[in-house]
């Protein structure tokens, strides 16, 4: 039992104190890391966010239209949805 007081005495005087010395740089290393991949998938995320905000705008574009269509009695529906199928989605 003595020599195992010995063996933690000489690892928390000489052991633990290297550790922190030299593992410090890699800790900082990997927080770096972290760091910079959650600001990745925050550029991603709000990327996507704006491709589906304008995908949205896009089709509620053509829901107005849809619903002009059908609600304007004077309308030749038939003229209507062919110059929409003529049309770009972009």
């Known amino acids: ?3 195992i007081a010995k ?3 000489v690892f928390f005087v000489v052991g633990l104190p290297t550790l922190l010395i030299f593992g410090q740089p890699m ?4 927080i770096d890391h972290r760091e910079k991949r959650m600001e990745l998938e925050a ?4 990327e996507k966010a704006a491709q589906y905000a304008a995908h949205n705008e896009r089709l509620e574009q053509r829901v ?3 619903e002009r269509i059908v609600t ?17 989605l972009n």
Do not use: N, Y
């Open 1 to 3: 039992m003595h020599d």
């Open 7 to 9: 063996i933690f005495i």
């Open 27 to 30: 800790i900082r290393r990997l």
């Open 43 to 46: 550029r991603m995320t709000a």
């Open 64 to 66: 107005r239209v849809l």
């Open 72 to 88: 304007d009695k004077g309308l030749e529906v038939s003229d209507e949805i062919e110059r929409l199928r003529d049309r770009p």
